[in-house]
């Protein structure tokens, strides 16, 4: 049994051997489509930026690897200011038009990133702005990277420094409405309580005038009446002194918007090529080739062998 096993193999390096001229040309061959392809690819040029997390993270590191393994949602609520959001609203269909509609500067002239593009149709522009552009979080720190890749360094970093300026815009928009809204509120508030107490210290003055010996009365109907509109004027006085405290702070708020967008590192225009990696698709093409090569004798010897068995034993 050995002595055959030992005899095929031998068989199988005679045949290499014997094609190793095909085998050589077939490396050769190969390894320079492989080199050619390599370098027939264009440059391509990746810039980044990193933001720093913020505000309240939800459901984020250890919980979240813990929900994700049991299969769990909790229903976490997400504050509005938390760079939690900040991948959904990068990847949304909002800020990417807003994006395609951007102005940059491309090789000396300013042009819209959807003209760059070239596309017929959004859709289609969409969808090559996905794959230029990758939003990415790491789940343990909260950081989130934004990268931009294409032909053109300083294209990338267009991309990339428009799409923080955008994420800075939106988060601005949000927050300087909802303290639009918030001041709104408590003014309406703040009117509402005004009315009541005049209408606290109307109803008092006119008990008083109708009850002028409320102070020294021994009734005690019309001292628990006295005490209870008394009580109710503080309280509506009260009250209303909060919500002016309420007002001036809302409109503060409303009025100074702090940006949230932490950044980490600012884009740049990248100054050394992300791909395509050459040397290894070279090398990758030449390993691929060699096997090929190979393996079409061995193959072939294989299927002589098996032949000759078959005769052999029928």
Partial sequence: MENSELLSLTLLLQAVVKKRRAVLLIVLAGSILSLGTAFLLPRVYTAEATILPSGDMGPMGALSDALDLVNLDMGMEISASSSFLFPTILESVLIRDQLLDSTVEYRGSRKTLSAILGQKSREKSREKLSRMVKVLMDKKTGIIRIRATSRRPELSYRIVDRLVRLLEEFNKDKRRIKAGLDYEFILEELKTTDQELLQAEESLTRFEKN??????????????????????????????????KQVELADIERNKINPIVKLLDPPSVPTIKSGPPRKVIALAGGFTTLIIALLGPVLAQLSLSTIWSRIMSG
Avoid at 232 to 239: G, S
């Fill in 211 to 244: 009850n002028r010996d409320c102070f020294t009365t021994t009734n005690p109907g019309v001292r628990m009446e006295h005490e209870r509109l008394l009580q109710n004027l503080r309280l509506q006085h009260e009250i209303y002194i909060e919500l002016v």
